[in-house]
């Protein structure tokens, strides 16, 4: 896996680096290489999913290429201190059965390393409510709805 943008931002770390550029790259033919950079019994959790190992996460990165059109991160800001850090981004896609424009979540991930820079937790960060559901079809319109209830 290489990086997608060369001029992304990049951590001194060299582990975190690597993570980095594999994250920007990610395409289906990596997700058997997952096992590079997270930890056997590695713990993933997401809005959606909450799984345990490397299979498993992998299954989480392929049923998102199957659901999804063309899915990529573009990671924007990098904080790294010891054996974690925090990672900013922009996921953009399209969906395949709704609407055929390009979406963008905004959204963060915590991952902890061990000592050889493997992820053994990567937690994900963003608001399904906002990024997701208030624009798909009929859901997104009860959502907008909600949310200016409870705003008023």
Not at 38 to 63: C, E, L, M, S, T
Not at 127 to 148: H, N, S, T
């Amino acid at each position: 896996m290489t990086s997608a943008d060369p001029a992304a931002p990049r951590s001194s770390d060299p582990r975190v680096a690597r993570i980095v550029e594999a994250f920007e790259a990610l395409t289906p033919a990596d997700l058997p290489r997952l096992g590079d950079f997270y930890a056997p019994d590695a713990a993933f959790k997401d809005p959606f999913n909450a799984v345990r190992g490397v299979p498993a996460i992998q299954q989480v990165f392929a049923h998102m290429y199957v659901a999804l059109e063309a899915p990529r991160f573009v990671v924007l800001d990098v904080i790294a201190q010891g054996d974690q850090c925090v990672l900013t981004w922009d996921f953009n896609f399209r969906f395949r059965r709704f609407s055929r424009e390009w979406q963008t979540v905004h959204g963060a991930s915590h991952l902890k390393l061990n000592a050889i820079g493997l992820i053994t937790l990567h937690r994900d960060y963003w608001d399904a409510a906002e990024e997701l559901y208030e624009k798909l079809p009929g859901v997104g319109a009860l959502m907008r709805w909600l949310k200016r209830r409870a705003n008023s």
